[in-house]
Structures are given as structure tokens and as C-alpha cells.
């Protein structure tokens, strides 16, 4: 398996800007995140603010920055990046489906997207309720779990969940069609009211009905931080990070919206900058 120097988590202008930074200072880089760049600029109707770019609108923006990443040749994967393990000398990132990949040092930009927690989602973490099917599908063996899907990215976790599952709970909860013709596989068009068990979960509520479930896969565009990485310390909703983007996990940083307020395109940018640097100097000390 390759070995990135950096990943980078997030295409918004906080990842791209560690991104080009990184890949100024002749490091390896993978950026994992939508080819459109973040979905939040896409739909801004003007932007006033950012250095050299006077009331451009987030259609443009978007476009001048995926040109700057394509111009540097920067390593983009269209990919969600569900855990990220600390394992000493490097981290291992999970993605989507069988997807895993290794970099010595990871940055954090993934915004602050997150949505509202399921009522027993925080309860039942590890208790049967998992953000990653690579991860802990392995668990649910012959076994009835159920699938949150948020996003159509779900679809494959839920097609390698049926592999190994005896049934699989696909609940749609974003826009489309999908029919997987797959026996085990029962789509329902519903909405989550709670997770429940007693020592581990037992079963999920849903408006319409309740199903009876050994574990629940929750498929989100984005984690919350402490979610997407275990043992990382927050500062309320947001990641701690010290001046220079370090979070308290040697070789992890963050920046952008997931390190606080202001939520602003140009502080986001200036971060990406700052967290990449730092990144460089973390890879070069170990040397």
C-alpha cells in the first residue's frame, strides 16, 4: 500500500489551501473529497471578502479552485473517509466500501456539517451503532443491521454489508431512486426517532415502524471530529488546535470551519495554509 507523506480530509478552501501549500513543499498529498469542492460554496450567491477576488460568486470560486488543484496535479480521491487510527508512526485512513489508505501525517478540513446526533446514537456508540462498515461490518456476521443513509455513497456500504449480513435495513434519507436488487437488502423511505436497547442495541425506531436490529451504520457526508477520529479532543463541537493547527494527536491537524469561528472562506484558506506547514515541519523533524 502507498504511503502518502500528507492526507488532507475536506475540499473546501481549508483542505485545498493545505493541499497546494503541501504540494509546494514537494510532499506526497492525497485529498479526499468531492471533485465539486465544498457544497457550501457552491450555493453562496457572492463573496465580498476574499483577498483579490472582489464579489465573485461560489460558482466561480469553485471553479478557480479546482483549477488551482488541477494545475498542481494534486492527488484528488472522490471518497469519504469514515475512522482515521492513530497507529504510531503513520494513521490509517478507512474509506468507503474496502477502501483504506496510510499517510504519515493527516490534516483535518471537513467543515462542520455534521447534522443532528440520532436520539441513542451517542449511547450505543461502539455498543452497536458504527460510522464505518469496513471497519465493524465483520461484527454483524449472519446478523440484522440496519443502514442511515444519508448520502448515496451509503449504497456501497450497504452492498457489502449484504455480503456478510443475513439482512440489511437500507433507510434512503436523501434524494433518488435505488433499487440494489438484492434479497437481502429491504430499502425503506422513513425517517430515524431512536436507537434502543439496553446493553446494546436492540432496535431502531422509525416513524413508520420499528425494526428489530443487532447494530446501525450511520452514512453521513461528514463525522463529527471525535466520531472520524477516536481520542481527539475537542473544544465544545470544535477541534482544539493550538496556533499552529496541531491537534493534541502528534502528526494530526485541523483548520478551517472544524476549529471554530469565524466560519469565513479567508480565515479557512490562511488555516489550510498554516496546518500544511505545520505538517511539513512534523514530516521533516521526523526524519
Given at each position: 500500500m502507498e504511503q502518502f507523506d500528507i492526507a488532507i480530509i475536506g475540499?473546501?478552501?481549508?483542505?485545498?489551501?493545505?493541499?497546494?501549500t503541501a504540494k509546494l513543499r514537494?510532499?506526497?498529498?492525497?485529498?479526499?473529497?468531492?471533485?465539486?469542492?465544498?457544497?457550501?460554496?457552491e450555493k453562496s450567491m457572492c463573496i465580498e471578502n476574499y483577498p483579490g477576488l472582489p464579489e465573485i460568486s461560489g460558482s466561480d470560486f469553485s471553479k478557480r479552485l479546482s483549477?488551482?488543484?488541477?494545475k498542481m496535479q494534486v492527488n484528488q480521491l472522490n471518497d469519504r473517509i469514515n475512522a482515521v487510527y492513530a497507529m504510531g508512526k503513520y494513521f490509517s485512513l478507512q474509506g468507503s466500501g474496502n477502501s483504506s489508505y496510510e499517510a504519515k501525517s493527516v490534516i483535518l478540513a471537513t467543515g462542520v456539517n455534521f447534522g443532528n446526533p440520532v436520539d441513542g446514537e451517542e449511547k450505543f456508540l461502539g455498543r452497536g451503532v458504527s460510522y464505518?462498515?469496513?471497519?465493524?461490518?465483520?461484527?454483524?456476521?449472519?446478523?440484522t443491521v440496519a443502514v442511515l443513509a444519508y448520502d448515496r455513497e451509503a449504497e456501497s456500504d450497504a452492498k457489502?454489508?449484504?455480503?456478510?449480513?443475513?439482512?440489511?435495513?437500507?433507510?434512503?434519507?436523501?434524494?433518488g431512486d435505488w433499487n440494489p436488487q438484492i434479497d437481502?437488502?429491504?430499502?425503506?423511505?422513513?425517517?430515524?426517532?431512536?436507537?434502543?436497547?439496553t446493553m446494546k442495541v436492540e432496535s431502531l425506531q422509525l416513524r413508520k415502524k420499528t425494526y428489530?436490529?443487532?447494530?446501525?451504520?450511520?452514512?453521513?457526508?461528514?463525522?463529527?471530529?471525535?466520531?472520524?477520529?477516536?481520542?481527539?479532543?475537542?473544544?465544545?463541537?470544535?477541534?482544539?488546535?493550538?496556533?499552529?493547527m496541531r491537534t493534541n494527536i502528534p502528526g494530526l491537524f485541523a483548520c478551517g470551519d472544524i476549529t471554530g469561528l469565524p466560519y469565513q472562506y479567508v480565515?479557512?484558506?490562511?488555516?489550510?495554509?498554516?496546518?500544511?506547514?505545520s505538517a511539513v515541519a512534523f514530516l521533516d523533524a521526523e526524519k
Open positions: 475540499t473546501g478552501p481549508a483542505g485545498i489551501s493545505a493541499a497546494i514537494n510532499k506526497s498529498v492525497v485529498l479526499f473529497g468531492s471533485e465539486k469542492t465544498s457544497s457550501k460554496i483549477g488551482h488543484l488541477e464505518c462498515a469496513t471497519c465493524d461490518g465483520n461484527f454483524y456476521k449472519g446478523k457489502y454489508l449484504s455480503e456478510l449480513c443475513q439482512k440489511v435495513v437500507y433507510v434512503k434519507l436523501y434524494a437481502s437488502i429491504e430499502t425503506v423511505v422513513d425517517a430515524p426517532v431512536k436507537i434502543e436497547g428489530d436490529v443487532d447494530g446501525v451504520f450511520i452514512i453521513r457526508k461528514a463525522l463529527r471530529p471525535n466520531q472520524l477520529v477516536p481520542g481527539l479532543v475537542l473544544d465544545e463541537s470544535h477541534v482544539m488546535v493550538d496556533r499552529q480565515k479557512a484558506a490562511g488555516e489550510g495554509n498554516v496546518a500544511a506547514l
